[in-house]
């Protein structure tokens, strides 16, 4: 009798470059040691094995690249994050993956897109950012919001300051709480949607962030702005054991998570009762 | 399908038989009176005739405790998978366990195929035995429309006083039984003694289910907001029992262990329960099913409705060790009955 493939063989990647954004996270760039690329889409996640520690689910923070190099960044907030915040370049790690349904970047073609991040939500938007603006000539007007805590805790930093000095993208940065040196927009992230008009039905809305964001959110680009509930992808947080479809942690209602998400549109999950608080 | 006679004082030669080329599991007799599947060291500690197992026979294709893979740590770390499977023939399932197992078959082999399942389960033969009654108060096979069986077994036994009539599921059934059991074929008057047995067996057992089980995803779907979640909850411990005796959840936990010497370690599945308060935790401590009554309502929904959108069979086959084994008393009967009567389907 043939044995089967086991499902839970990663493969190995070692870490390139490391280094970190905040106090609490830390970029790494990684490439599979069989050279293969990791052949992802914005929006996918992978699980990264530390052995004798354990596994966890992360998303993927770049556009998917030619040399098949792809990037992580990751908040030190359990037992295997913490972990990897402690390895250093030529390290190596256990990968699994990609897993889920990223975001459908051919369908926003054509369109205005409009970027929510809040927080480490960032951290998988940052693909579809990325390759949009990889691709921007195909895309209409792109905006993109942006809100943290606090000063101290905003990522990619080098990225937004970029983002900001283009002029083919409309960049909104906020944060719940100044510091002494902050001269920016204070306050949480759906203060800032009274700065932006949108044609809603040629845009397409992409929010990510912490769970409790959504909902407040969805009030801005739904009810005050318009959007259709089918032209508004998110990207939901769930404990995604195995990745493929069989542990059960990631169910949602009668959903999977891991196979059916982590990319939704509001349409399909609106009528979850277990979707969004 | 062809119909074989098997004596009873032939069982016992039959099962060696078998014991000589493969391992062979069955019910046997625990201390407490209560039966569990186990290892057969001795063909005479195999009960045919028993009111249902603790654990339903999913311990042998999806295991308590199993190991994925098997690492070494160190300069140059490797990792290996494992999948572990040995030929076994479980003998004497009944019905509602062989659906269950349907169901599991499904679950493992959709989409992503599980090989650590598969493989135990392919390499698995399947003897299932006939219920002449009831397990006793709990079980509702017949509501749940799982007192019976007809595909899912490699063989299918059904007693007839002195003797079995052994159905063959499979060829590798008939090859199993051809090598090793003591057989002949059955006459016109067996086949009038199955006919009388099974209809026999009918009126024994009782409709618990005030609606047909084809009905439940119905009542399901109309019970969301039920009151009946918070009752329930409140009585509820959350120990999640029912999760580990229920012959169709596969939920599990993946953890890692790392042997004395720190240099190696293995990757382990185990059991997990939806009931549990963790079961739905990110690690950044938001618990997406914090609740304990969204937790029971899940389960619920789990048996009677998203597995069978899912995979086309009902989560619950009827077997009763849920109620069995709670504490508290919660009857999967009593929930279902009461949400029909809730909702007013």
């Known amino acids: 009798m043939t044995q089967g493939i086991s499902l839970f063989q990663p493969r190995w990647a070692e870490i390139v470059r490391t280094e970190p954004m905040t106090e609490k996270e830390r970029f790494f760039q990684l490439h599979l040691k069989d050279g293969s690329s990791l052949g992802h889409t914005p929006g996918q996640f992978v699980e990264v094995s530390l052995f004798g520690i354990g596994e966890a689910p992360i998303s993927i923070s770049s556009a998917p690249a030619r040399n098949g190099d792809f990037e992580l960044c990751v908040r030190a907030m359990g037992d295997v994050t913490n972990a990897l915040h402690r390895l250093s370049p030529g390290a190596l790690v256990g990968i699994r993956g990609p897993f889920g349904h990223g975001f459908p970047v051919d369908q926003m073609r054509g369109k205005d897109v409009l970027f929510t991040a809040g927080g480490l939500g960032l951290v998988p938007l940052r693909s579809l950012i990325n390759t949009v603006l990889a691709q921007r000539q195909d895309f209409g007007r792109v905006l993109i919001l942006y809100g943290c805590k606090n000063p101290s805790e905003i990522l990619f930093r080098d990225e937004l300051a970029q983002w900001e000095k283009r002029d083919d993208v409309e960049f909104h940065l906020t944060v719940d709480r100044g510091d002494a040196t902050w001269t920016g927009n204070v306050g949480v992230i759906t203060r800032l949607f009274p700065q932006i008009t949108v044609e809603p039905h040629k845009t397409v809305a992409v929010i990510v962030g912490p769970p409790i964001m959504y909902k407040f959110v969805l009030i801005e680009v739904v009810a005050n702005k318009g959007i259709p509930e089918d032209q508004i992808y998110l990207s939901l947080e769930r404990r995604m054991k195995c990745g493929v479809g069989k542990c059960g942690h990631c169910q949602m209602n009668h959903v999977y998570v891991c196979q059916s998400g982590p990319v939704f549109t509001y349409d399909q999950i609106k009528h979850l009762a277990e979707a969004i608080e | ?345």
């Open chain 2, 1 to 345: 399908m062809s119909l074989k006679i098997l004596d009873k004082k032939d069982v016992g030669a039959f099962v060696s038989g078998l014991m000589t080329e493969l391992e062979v599991v069955g019910a046997q007799r625990k201390d407490g009176g209560k039966y569990a599947f186990g290892v057969l060291a001795d063909p005479a500690d195999l009960q045919l005739s028993y009111p249902t197992t603790i654990l339903p026979p999913k311990k042998y294709f999806l295991p308590a405790e199993e190991t994925l893979l098997r690492f070494q740590l160190g300069e140059n770390p490797t990792v290996q998978p494992v999948i572990e499977a040995k030929p076994r023939v479980i003998f004497g399932v009944h019905a509602c366990d062989i659906h269950a197992t349907w169901l599991l078959d499904v679950a493992f082999a959709k989409d992503n195929a599980d090989a650590n399942y598969l493989e135990k389960r392919n390499r698995a033969l399947i003897v299932g035995v006939d219920c002449p009654t009831p397990c006793d108060e709990h079980s509702f096979c017949k509501s749940m429309g799982t007192l019976t069986v007809d595909s899912g077994y490699d063989l299918f036994l059904t007693d007839l006083g002195e003797a079995y009539a052994v159905e063959v599921g499979t060829p590798a059934g008939e090859a199993m039984l051809n090598k090793h059991a003591h057989t002949r074929p059955a006459t016109e008057r067996d086949l009038a003694r199955l006919n009388t047995v099974n209809a026999a067996r009918w009126p024994k057992f009782t409709f618990a289910l005030e609606m047909s089980h084809q009905d439940i995803p119905n009542v399901m779907g109309a019970s969301y907001k039920s009151p009946l979640w918070e009752e329930l909850a409140e009585r509820c411990l959350g120990c999640g029992r029912c999760n580990l005796v229920c012959p169709t959840c596969y939920c599990f936990n993946v953890f890692d262990e790392v042997q004395f010497n720190l240099q190696e370690g293995t990757r382990l599945r185990e059991w997990d329960g939806c009931l549990l308060t963790d079961f739905a935790k990110v690690a950044s401590g938001e618990n997406f099913r914090k609740n304990r009554a969204a937790r029971l309502r899940h389960r619920f929904y789990r048996k009677g409705k998203y597995l069978e959108e899912m995979y086309g069979h009902l989560g619950c086959v009827g077997c009763g060790r849920c109620v069995r084994s709670c504490l508290v008393d919660i009857d999967p009967v009593d929930v279902f009955n009461r949400l029909k009567h809730l909702c007013n389907l």
